[in-house]
């Protein structure tokens, strides 16, 4: 595959955006970037920044979000990791064709107006891993 770009966030799955915010904000002095709906996702996330590094606190907005199913199963914790890619339909397309397993084989919305998809771990390591085109790439 076109090598990835960067690392775009870190996600972390927690119950309540507002319980962990300030272990983000103020104890580690991450600078807050906002709050989004991510509907298609049934999510709400927080961004937070460290210098080049973005991280992403996930809460479910429902009880069938997957995140509500990894926070049940598995509890607050790492989530999954975003690379940046451009022409993330070509890189699907790679990775399908490498023997990959995409969970999304087609693109879907993502905050801030990216286009998300993800492998599924058992293709990649353990780790949820999501392929994230930010807006003005395409
Ligand atoms: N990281 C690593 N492994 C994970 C995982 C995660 N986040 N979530 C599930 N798994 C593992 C499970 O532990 C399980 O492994 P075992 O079979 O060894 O027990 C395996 O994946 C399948 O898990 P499951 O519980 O049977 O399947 P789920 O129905 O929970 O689906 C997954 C798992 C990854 C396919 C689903 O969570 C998914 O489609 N994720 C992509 C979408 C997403 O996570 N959206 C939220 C973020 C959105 C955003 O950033 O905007």
Redesign the pocket.
């Given at each position: 595959m076109k090598p990835v770009k960067a690392l775009n966030h870190i996600?972390i799955a927690v119950q309540s955006i507002d319980e962990h915010k300030s272990f983000y904000e103020s104890t580690l002095g991450a600078e807050f970037e906002g709050v989004e709906e991510?509907p298609d996702?049934k999510?709400r996330?927080a961004f937070f920044r460290v210098n080049d590094v973005r991280l992403?606190l996930?809460e479910p907005t429902d009880p069938s979000s997957?995140?509500a199913?990894?926070l049940d199963?598995?509890g607050e914790g790492l989530?999954?990791l975003?690379f940046t890619v451009d022409d993330i339909e070509a890189r699907i397309e790679e990775l399908k064709n490498g023997g990959l397993r995409m969970?999304d084989e087609v693109p879907r919305p993502?905050?801030h107006q990216t286009r998300?998809a993800?492998l599924?771990?058992?293709s990649s390591c353990?780790?949820?891993t999501?392929l994230c085109e930010p807006k003005e790439a395409h």
């Open positions: 996600g991510v996702q999510v996330v992403e996930l997957s995140v199913k990894f199963k598995r989530h999954h975003a969970i993502g905050a998300i993800f599924h771990p058992k353990g780790v949820l999501e």
